[in-house]
C-alpha cells in the first residue's frame, strides 16, 4: 500500500479502447495516482500505450504485472476471458482491483470469485459498472430511498447505440450491454432479479442474419417489480440512455441530457418537473474545477492559461461606467486605454 | 517553478467563501497541486482552513507569503481592494497568478497592473472569469466561431441570485455580479464594450431603500452589438444564468441545465434543436472519472468504494438467463447461489 | 339528410359523461349542427341533460329516438351493451353514426355488424377513437408515412390516469383504456395486432385485490413490429398519454404537451428536434377562432367580449412613441388623453 | 340583431390575407355566424374571396356594406387608413365591430373613435388583439393576478418573424409588430405604458439602408415596471413569439410551444416546471373537437370521416385477446375474421 502522501501506482491489464480510457484518465485527471505498468497481448499496443504515459512501462506477462513491487492496485480491461484468472490472482495478493464488467464470462465463475473473496477480511473488487457514479442515476436512486416517489414499481429503459459490428449478435447485445441495465435495476430497487424475457420483434435494415435487433427485455425482481428494456444496438441516433421510474406517488426520468425530470403532484396541480440549481457551486463546480486544473497545469510551466489582465481591465473599465450609469440613469461611455 | 514530476505548490490568500473553496478543490481534486500556505486577516479562519488540509501551514502577511520558498504559484481570493498589491508583488517575483475578479477596485489600478505585466516576457495574471471554462459557454462561443449561426446580433442575458444580504446594493450588483455578463459578453463576441446603460424598474418587496433590484444593463460593443442583462439579486427563485445569442441565421440559448438549445433552418422546417451524445464517452465520461477516482481514493486505504463481486456476479447469472432468453423465446427464471 | 344549409339534427343516446359532453360541444362549439333528440335509460339526467340544450327534447325509447323524423345523424354513448341493437337499428334507417368505443362488447358482435354495414352501398359508422383527429398523433402518423423515420420497429405507449373507481378492474384496463393504445398501434403502423401478451407487476398500494395495476401490455403486429403499453389506472399523477415511435432513421416522441419530439440525424451530429411554427397562422390559429367565436358570440347580443377602443387608443399613442423613439433614439414620453 | 337561433351575418371589409382569413373562418369553423357581404377596394380581389363563401355576395362601397339590411356585424380588415371612416360608421350604425389593428393610424383618431363611442350606451368596438385569447396568455394573465408569482416586475419579450419585405422599415415593425407586445404588456400588467426607448443593434444583412432590425425595445409603465421587446423582422427563424414574466416571487415563460413553464418554489427546492393534464378532458378536447366536426360535415353529406366498423371490430377482437392475457399470463393470439 502507499503511504497516505504518495500516490497510488496501478497496472493497467487491457488497453484496448477501454483499458487505453482509464490510463490516460488515471495519469492526467485522477488525483492521486500513477499509471506504473501496462499489460497488453499485443505488444505493440502496449508500448504505444505506454508511450503516452510519463513513467509507465511495459510488462508482457499480465501475472508478473500483478505481482509487481511497483503495483498498488490493477484495473483490469482485458477481455473477459481472461478476467477469472487475473482477478483471482489479484485476490491471491491482496490488492484492490476494479475490474471491467463482466467480472467473469459466466455465473459459475463469477460465484468462485465472490467466495474466494469472502474469505477474505474485506471485500477488494470492485466491477465497472460506472452508472452508479451517475448523477443522474445517483439522483433517481436518492429520490427511490427518500419514499417520495412513493412505491417503485416499473421502470422503463432505453439503450440505444449509434452503430454495431456486424459480429455484435443479440447474445452480446445482452452480456455487454443489457449488462449495464441489469445493474441499474439492482442498483435502484435494491433486491435481486428473478427473471427474464426477451421480445424480438422484426429487426431494423442491416442487422445481421439470424439476430434480432432492437430486442425488448423485461427484467422481474424479487419483489415483483418489472423493468423494460429497450436495446437497439444499430439505432443510428446518437448514443441514448434513459431510464423512468414509474412509482405509486409520481413518476422520475433520467437521461435527456438535463438532470431528472419529475412527474407529480406539485404546488399548482400535478406537475413536471426539474430542480434549478440553488447556488452557482451547483451551476458552475465544474467550471471551477476546469478552470483550477488548467491554471495548475499551465503554472507549472511558467503560464497561464485563461483570461487575462486585460480582460480584468477591460471588465473594470465597463463596471465603473455601469456603476455610473446606475447613479444617473443615462447611458455612459466606456473609454477604454491603448492595449500594450 | 516545480519541475515536471513534482505537485504545484499554492498559496491561498483570503479563505472566506471563495477562497476556502478553491484551496479545497486544490488539494483534493486538482490533480498536480499542493496548498502549502493558507493566508487571512482573520487569523483564526486561516487556522481553520488550513487545518482542513494536509500539509498547509497558516502565514499571516500576504506578501509573505507570495514571497515564501514553498510557493510556486498563487490564487487571490482577498477582499478587491488588496488585490493590487498583491498581484503587483506576485509579477514583481515573476510567478503565476489566478486572480478572483475583480482584478482590482478600479480601472485605473486595473490598466496599471497590465502595463506591468506588459513588461514581462509572457503573461502571468489570469482573472477568475470562470465561465470561459463553462462546457456551455464554450459550445457556445464554438457555435458563432462556426459561423453556423450567422453574424451575431442580441445577446439576452439572465442573472437571477437566490437572495442577497442588505449591503449588496445596486452597485455591487454591478461590479459583483453583472461583472461576468461583461466578460461574457466580451469572451462571445469578442470585442469591446463601448457603453452602458442601466433600466431600473420598480423594485422586488425587500430591496433596501434606495437600491434598484431587479435592473436592467444594456450593453453596447465596438460592432454596435447589443446585450440586455437582467440582474436580479433577490429573486428567490433559486440561481439562474441564462445567455440566448440571436444571430442573423438562427438563435441559441444556454442555461436551462440541459445543454445549448439552438433554434434554426433544419432537416424538416424550422426548429428547435439539442444535440445527443454521439457516443458513450460524452454521456458517460464525468461518471467514469468518478468511478476510478473514488476507486483510486479507497484503494490507497486497502478498500474498495464501489460494486463489488455479489454485483457481477448477480449481473452474469442474469444476462445467462437473458442469453438462454434470447435464444429460447421464453421466460427464463434466474436463480442465484447464496450469499456469502 | 339535411340539405346543404341547414343543421344535421343529432339524436344522443346516453348522456353520461362522455355523452354529455358530446351534446354540450354538437350545441356549442361544432358548426352546421344541433341536437333535437337526448336519449337516456335514467329519465331525470337525459331531461336535465336536455334543458341545457336549447330546442333538445327527451326521448325515452332509444330506437324511437332513431327512428324520429327530426333526427339526421345518432351519436351513441351508451353503455356498451346497448351498442350492437342500436348501431344495427341505425344501419336499418341508413343514417350516420357515430358510437362511442367499444363499438360493441365482443368480437363476435362487432363482426356481424361490419358483415352488416358491408351490404351497404357505403359505411355509416364511426367509431369513437377520437386520438386520431389529436395533432400530435396526426403528426407522428405523417412522419411515418413520410419515410423520413425509415422503418418502423418498436412503439412505447404509456397510458396513466390519476385514478380509478374500485369496480374499474384489470379487465376493463383493457377494455377501456388499452383499447386506445390498441387502434393507436394500428392507425400508426396501418397494420393489424395478431398477439397479446400481459405483464402484472407488484400492484400500486390501492389496487383492489385479485386485481393488477399497472400492467404491461405488449402488442405484437403482423409486420412482427412490437408495442409496449404501461397502463397505469391509479397513477396519482395527472393524465399522461405519451408515444414514442422508434424507427430504422431515428425516434419520435408525442404527448409530453408540446409537439412532436424527434431524434435522428440533424444539421449538427444527432439532435433531439421541435418544429417551430413557420409563421402566426400555426403559432395563434386557435387564438384567432376564439375571438372570432366570442366575438359572434357577443355580437348576437349586440355586445362585445374584448379588447375595446381604449385599448387601440392606447397602442396607438404608445406605438406613435415608439416611432418618435425610434427616429430619436431617445426615451419618448407616453401621454394619454383622459379615459371617458 | 338577429334572434336567439338565427345566425349573425356579417360583412368583411378588406380581404387581403387577414380577412380573408377571417371571413372563411366565420364561414367554415365559427358557429352562428354567417358572412353575407364582402368589401375590398380590389374588385378582383372581393369577388374571388365572395366565390369561396357559399351566400355571400360583394358590395363594392365599404359604408354601404356597412349600412346593408343583410349585415349585422361588421369585420374590418382594410388597410389602416381607411379605419377611422368604417369604425365612425359602424358606430353611427349602432353595430358591433370587429377592427383588426391599428384601430386607426394615430393616437388623436382613435381618441376621437373611444369619445365617439363614450357617448353610446355600450361599447361596440372590439380590436383584434387576439393574444388576449391564447390560452398561454390567459394562462399567464391567471397567474399574475393568482398572485403565486408575487409582483411582476420585468417582462421579456422575444418577437420574430421569418422575414420581411423590403418596405416593412422600422416604423412599421412598432405599429405592426410591437403593438402586440404593446397590449400584451397592458393585458398583463393592467396598467398603462408612459414611456419607450428603442435601441437600434448593428443590423442583420438584408436589412433596408438607413433601417434597423432587429431593435430592443422597452416598454416603462406607470407602476415603473418594464418591458423589454426584441422585435426581429427578418430573423429566417420561424415565428417565434415569447414572454417571460418575471415576478418576486418566481417566473413564468410561455411561447416554447409547450404550455407555460414556471420557476419558483417547489415540492422539492426550487424548480421549473409545467403542468400536467388533470384529465383527458384537457389533454383531448381539441382532438373531440375536431372529431365531432369532421363527423357533422360528413353525416350531413351521407357519409362517415373517420375510423370505422373494422377498426371497432379489430379493437374488439384485440382486446378480448387481451383480456385473455390478463387472465392467463400468457401470450394470447388474435385472430380476425375475414374482411368483407
Known sequence: MPDQQGDLRLAVLGVGMMGAFHADRLSRVVRGARVTVINDARAEQAEKIAGQIPGARVEPDPLAAIAAEDVDAV???SPGRFHAEQVAACLDRGIPVLAEK???TDAESAYRIVQ?????PSPLIQVGFMRRFDTEYVQLRELIMSGDIGEPLLLHCVHRNPAARPEFDSSMMITDSVVHEVDVVRFLLGEEITAVQVIKPAPT???????????LVLLTTEGGRVATVEIFARSGAGYQVRTELVGSAGSALIGLDRG??????GTAGVQRSEAIAPTFI???ATAYTTELQRFVDAARAGRIDGPGTWDGYAAAAVCEAGVAAVRTGERVQVSLQARP
Open 205 to 215: 435494415p442491416g442487422t445481421p442474419d439470424g439476430q434480432s435487433d432492437p430486442m
Open 102 to 104: 463482466p467480472l467473469t
Open 260 to 265: 431528472m425530470i419529475t412527474t407529480g403532484p
Open 282 to 284: 451547483e451551476r458552475f
Open 116 to 120: 474466494q473473496e469472502a474469505a477474505l
Open 75 to 77: 484495473v483490469i480491461a
